[in-house]
């Protein structure tokens, strides 16, 4: 098959799970002997359309139309000539036979429609809320509380402004929701348009669906694990301290404040190290900077060879995130790694971690109940140990990608049909 991968930003510019999603993807597929292509809107600054050939012979096309603002990103939703006709001239090169959206931020939806004129399928993988939540996470910018959905787009409004600092303006917040319903209008008919909608968990798929979107249309496949770089793990001396871990980004909706006030208290026995990438929010990193008790570490940002070498060397992974997940990979690493995870009971994790058999979950956003969750791998000793023999195997890679390639060859025949 040829197959066209169309995703928002991609690695090494912009790192995080749909980058490594899209690239662990695309390489396997093509390790499978499909012709694989990537684009993207390059964020770093450049000139027009490039395209360059990763590892197992994957071609990235990188188009640039000008430096991205906050604003612009929310307007390209509705026009961006130079990115659309960048992505045409791909298409009229490449000739995929499919095309996988995996996220369309930043970019045209015309984009699809011009996919739908030339009768080439899509899917699309629900990588988060974006494609109903212009912030993508469900979490209001003016309260930081969790946001049901759009109500009467209102609310939303209300978002746009909180970000763009101006949450007292309130007369314009009718004229502003409707660029947000039209927003939804023209993103939910592309979803209309696709032959399959990928929900990473059960809890993505009742989500959308209660928004409305086809539960036809929607398929679970639950995201494999690339553990080409897994580290066999280094067992302990009886008198090191228990060190718990968080790995992923440093910002506020990840709630690695809660978790540093929950381990302010706890002064001996234990060490937490934090892993993240500290350039992306400084002001956020400072106050947890401030958080941190004597028995906190800060690795700054890792590698991926280095994630699974800490991984390696810490016995739980904590994460206390704000809002709702969507799949999370740092579970599935911390899993294989073999070490159980404590994770907020909030949406996607709440499934993933078993509660006592493979981890702990632990209400969001309290820190109380939190350090209490923590507190108990001192207080029995044998806790860890019976957690980590909870701990299942997890979906690989390979499982995954042949369950998509399924889907792809299912969208093919319907077309076919047409």
């Known amino acids: ?9 991609y690695l090494p510019e912009q790192v995080g799970g749909t980058e490594f999603y899209t690239h662990w993807v695309a390489h ?31 071609r990235v096309w990188a188009a640039w139309s000008g430096e991205m603002s906050p604003n612009k990103r ?8 130079h990115i659309f006709d960048a992505f045409c001239r ?9 095309v996988h959206i995996q996220h369309l931020m930043g970019l045209p939806v015309a984009v699809v429609d011009y996919l739908w004129q030339r009768n080439i399928p899509f899917i699309i993988t629900l990588h988060d809320y974006w494609w109903v939540c212009a912030n993508a996470q469900l979490l209001t910018n003016y309260s930081g509380q969790l946001c049901n959905g759009p109500q009467a787009y209102l609310n939303c409004a209300r978002c746009a402004l909180a970000r763009a600092g101006n949450p007292n303006l309130w007369p314009i917040l009718p004229a502003m929701a409707g660029p947000l319903a039209w927003r939804n209008y023209l993103l939910r008919r592309a979803m209309t348009k696709a032959r399959k909608l990928i929900a990473p968990t059960r809890f993505v798929r009742d989500w959308y669906a209660a928004y409305g979107v086809s539960t036809e249309k929607l398929q679970v496949i639950s995201h494999g694990l690339d553990t080409s770089l897994s580290c ?15 790995i992923w980004g440093l910002s506020r909706q990840k709630g690695v404040h809660v978790l540093l006030e929950a381990f302010y208290d706890i002064e001996e026995g234990a060490e937490l190290w934090i892993a993240g990438d500290e350039s992306t929010d400084p002001d956020y990193v400072s106050i947890l900077r401030n958080l941190a008790s004597p028995g906190v570490r800060f690795l700054g940002k890792l590698t991926r060879g280095a994630v699974w070498e800490t ?31 404590v994770a907020s009971r909030l949406g996607p994790l709440a499934d993933r971690v078993n509660d006592g058999v493979d981890g702990l979950l632990a209400p969001p956003g309290d820190p109380q109940a939190l350090q209490s969750a923590l507190l108990r791998f001192l207080q029995e000793p ?9 701990i299942k195997q997890v979906r690989t890679l390979d499982d995954h990608v042949t369950e998509i390639e399924s889907v792809y060859r299912a969208a093919l025949a319907h077309t076919a049909s047409l």
């Not at 396997?28 to 012979?57: C, E, K, W």
């Not at 044998?382 to 909870?390: I, K, P």
Request: proline residues 5%; charged residues 25%; negative net charge.
């Open 311 to 341: 991984l390696a060397q810490v016995d739980v992974v904590v994460m206390p995130s704000l809002w709702y997940e969507t799949f999370s990979f740092i579970v599935s690493e911390a899993f294989a790694a073999g070490a159980p995870v």
């Open 382 to 390: 044998e806790l860890l140990g019976r957690l980590q023999e909870g």
């Open 1 to 9: 098959m040829k197959i066209l991968h169309l995703v928002h930003q």
């Open 28 to 58: 396997r597929l093509a390790r499978r002997n499909h012709q694989v292509d990537i684009f993207y809107r390059r964020y770093a600054s450049g000139t027009g359309l490039n395209s360059r050939y990763d590892d197992d012979g994957v």
């Open 232 to 246: 066999p793990r280094q067992e302990q001396k009886p008198e090191a301290p228990l060190r718990f871990a968080y």
């Open 90 to 98: 791909v298409v009229d090169q490449v000739d995929p036979e499919l």
């Open 74 to 81: 929310f307007m390209a939703t509705f026009r961006q000539n």
